[in-house]
């Protein structure tokens, strides 16, 4: 299979103009470039940064590269056409994204609050976005130019390519694609698609021909006859050489035939059953929107059809047209990866914001991406449907130039790199040891329920990153700020200690997310053995550093398949280890994660979804189990005792309230004490420091303390009229 690599594309004519300091914004700034027109236009409701980090600020240079005028309208009123008339039309598309975040979980809370911040906007600022935003970006979009052609990308429309529960609405939607009416959807991290999208647009090619571009959805009116159809019924059991009995088996999946002298691996295709002349037809979106069984099903085909090497197309029909969802994206190589990162990025916000700050700015402009993808397969996460479980790896001399230009280049670098990670801290550049186990792998995670004897996890490449990002003039520390994969770290004892020697700065954010069997396989995460096993050597390594420093566990209350037995038990856990969780999430239901398939049809997807004898899924719904279960996680805040009290006695541990030890909350006349007097802290704390010999001596007063928190010493003195001095007096 020949893959044509993104920098190997003949640039468009538009090359001539050369890089722009920043992409325009303005017709003002259109001008100084000399355009008369853009090429592509890219609306997206993020502030426009033009940094790595930023989808838009990818697409657009990565487009420019290829010889093409890009502008981007950021954040555009959305109340009519005027501000998408601004840059004037587009020669071949409008490209639209909503952003790093789905318009959705960017405005709502999981418990369907409206936030009043926005981390992408200047001054935290809310409301500068619309509720679903690629939708009504598309409208706007349609009303100024008709005629051009709309391309929906980002990670909102990568997650709603198919039907999908949406939980704001709490109903199944069609896939995006229809509701915006746009020609086509780019899915993933989608460079590849965009770049070949962009030529044929630009060589004549009608949008309406472009079908069979990898890493893209279109609306067909009829099943393409080139492709042999297979229902996706018969996935489950299409026959011994195509797939075992069981996709998720973990002792099976990645073995080889125990024929001595056999060669061939287990999972060779039948060619009636070829990858690239099949596809699997998904249940309707008529028939997902009333059949919550059948929707996990539907939820466990699509993961299934993942590997960008074997998985297949997938079709569904909506109404009389049907969606085709085009095979997952050939995933980019390191030259390529190189390519996208080291564009001429300016690496800050645009200069129309002023000196506005913007958080998410703030938190990653001296933070480096080294790789993409995650093959942790959690189910409440979707990068790996987004991104793919196969890691893209930059290689390191992109990553140490890239601290360079960081060092040399970004206003008010104090010689801290803030973080070097990506998805997953400590997956750079591990993968699949064995290439054909890889290119026909089912699985969805490569280390649940344990770790793939084929997967490689020498972390000797991560180890010399970290030493040579070190030793770079100017670098004064080097800190790991995203989720180390811990189960994976101690198989590389080498890898935790140089971590925790130069790489920690006082905590360490890792995320067992429970601490019960139940709701951990449910998450595809290991048990509290191995984040046992990582805590010892965490604390070994620092205390071998002369360092204090903690790790900070994060946990996820309501997660389908957590019982309220299953919460107390974990609140009990984080008493027991003396953990206030002071930041809890509730369960959120993200569009197209497993997880969300438990929450909507409380069936379990990742085994054999069938209707008599389906695995049912516990799953709390309702405002008062959700709120118990993040009360749970917060057993410490008093304003949650009148709920735990309640919950307690109902579930009959009422032994559970007092002060005893092993008790989680205390009476209820504690209610009234202050947070200071229950720890007897500060002045309530006074008479703790006197000794028996004090107490005995001649003219010892305690301080008694009136119902106000006064002592009587300062009423003596306010009664006997002398005025209250200063301080340094006293």
């Given at each position: 299979m020949t893959i044509k690599k993104i920098n190997e594309y003949k640039k468009y004519w538009a090359e001539c103009f050369g890089p722009a300091p920043f992409l325009p914004t303005s017709r003002k700034e259109m001008d100084k470039l000399g355009w008369d027109s853009c090429d592509v236009i890219i609306v997206t409701g993020d502030a426009y940064v033009d940094h790595p980090s930023f989808g838009m600020a990818i697409i657009g240079r990565l487009l420019e590269a290829q010889g093409f005028r890009v502008g981007i309208l950021s954040q555009p009123r959305w109340d009519n056409k005027n501000d998408f008339m601004s840059l004037g039309k587009p020669n071949l598309f409008f490209g639209i994204t909503a952003g790093n975040m789905d318009s959705m979980i960017n405005r709502y809370t999981s418990d369907r609050k409206l936030r009043h911040d926005d981390a992408y906007t200047p001054g935290n600022e809310g409301g500068k976005r619309p509720d679903r935003a690629t939708l009504v970006y598309s409208q706007r979009c349609k009303e100024a130019f008709k005629d051009v052609p709309i391309v929906l990308g980002g990670i909102e429309a990568s997650l709603r390519r198919v039907a999908h529960y949406d939980y704001w609405s709490d109903k199944i939607r069609r896939s995006i694609l229809f509701d915006a009416k746009a020609d086509i959807l780019l899915f993933g991290n989608a460079e590849r698609a965009l770049v070949d999208v962009a030529h044929q647009l630009a060589n004549g090619t009608p949008v309406s021909d472009l079908r069979y571009i990898r890493g893209t959805a279109v609306n067909l009116p009829t099943v393409p006859e080139e492709y042999r159809i297979i229902d996706s019924s018969r996935i489950e059991k299409p026959g011994k050489p195509f797939v075992?009995?069981?996709?998720?088996?973990?002792?099976?999946?990645?073995?080889?035939?125990?024929?001595?002298?056999?060669?061939?691996?287990?999972?060779?295709?039948?060619?009636?059953?070829?990858?690239?002349?099949?596809?699997?037809?998904?249940?309707?979106?008529?028939?997902?929107?009333?059949?919550?069984?059948?929707?996990?099903?539907?939820?466990?085909?699509?993961?299934?059809?993942?590997?960008?090497?074997?998985?297949?197309?997938?079709?569904?029909?909506?109404?009389?047209?049907?969606?085709?969802?085009?095979?997952?994206?050939?995933?980019?190589?390191?030259?390529?990866?190189?390519y996208v990162f080291d564009l001429p990025y300016a690496r800050v916000p645009h200069p129309k914001y002023g000196k506005a700050k913007i958080p998410a700015y703030d938190m990653i402009k001296t933070s480096v991406n080294i790789m993409r993808g995650c093959f942790g397969g959690c189910s409440f996460c979707s990068i790996t449907e987004h991104e793919g479980r196969i890691i893209q790896n930059r290689s390191k001399e992109s990553i140490l130039g890239e601290i360079k230009q960081i060092r040399d280049t970004v206003p008010g670098f104090t010689g801290t790199i803030s973080d070097l990670g990506g998805p997953t801290a400590n997956m750079y550049r591990l993968g699949c040891s064995d290439p054909k186990a890889e290119a026909n792998c089912r699985r969805p995670s490569c280390v649940f329920p344990g770790i793939c004897h084929k997967l490689n996890t020498n972390h000797k490449h991560l180890i010399d990153l970290y030493r040579d990002a070190r030793k770079i003039n100017g670098v004064k520390k080097i800190l790991i700020a995203s989720g180390v994969r811990y189960d994976l770290a101690i198989e590389s004892p080498e890898y935790v200690k140089e971590l925790v020697t130069h790489h920690v700065g006082g905590y360490l954010k890792i995320a067992p997310e429970h601490t019960e069997k139940g709701p951990l396989d449910l998450m595809m995460k290991p048990g509290m053995g191995t984040y046992d096993r990582f805590k010892s050597m965490f604390e070994k390594y620092s205390a071998e550093a002369g360092k204090k420093q903690y790790l900070i566990p994060y946990f996820i209350s309501a997660h389908p398949g957590t019982e309220d037995e299953d919460m107390l038990n974990l609140a009990l856990w984080l008493k027991r280890n003396n953990f206030e969780c002071d930041q809890v999430q509730n369960f959120y239901p993200s569009p197209m994660c497993n997880a969300t398939a438990m929450y909507h049809s409380e069936t379990n997807p990742l085994k054999r979804v069938k209707y008599k004898k389906r695995e049912a899924v516990p799953v709390a719904k309702g405002d008062r189990q959700r709120r118990l279960h993040k009360a749970l996680l917060r057993y410490h805040d008093p304003a949650n005792w009148p709920l735990l009290r309640s919950a307690l006695k109902e579930m009959g541990k009422a032994y559970l309230i007092g002060d005893k030890p092993g008790c989680l909350i205390p009476e209820e006349n504690h209610d009234k004490q202050t947070p200071s007097q229950r720890r007897k802290s500060g002045r309530h704390g006074s008479n703790r420091f006197a000794t028996k010999h004090t107490k005995s001596q001649p003219g010892f007063k305690p301080l008694n303390h009136n119902a106000k928190g006064k002592t009587n010493e300062s009423r003596h003195k306010r009664k006997s009229g002398k005025p209250r001095q200063p301080a340094r007096q006293r």
């Open positions: 075992p009995l069981n996709p998720y088996d973990v002792d099976t999946q990645c073995e080889t035939s125990k024929k001595e002298n056999s060669v061939q691996p287990i999972t060779v295709r039948p060619s009636k059953h070829d990858a690239e002349t099949t596809a699997v037809r998904l249940p309707s979106f008529e028939k997902l929107r009333n059949d919550r069984v059948l929707y996990a099903h539907a939820s466990r085909v699509l993961h299934l059809e993942t590997n960008p090497y074997s998985g297949r197309a997938l079709i569904q029909a909506h109404g009389n047209r049907e969606l085709w969802v085009n095979r997952a994206p050939i995933p980019l190589t390191t030259e390529e990866m190189d």
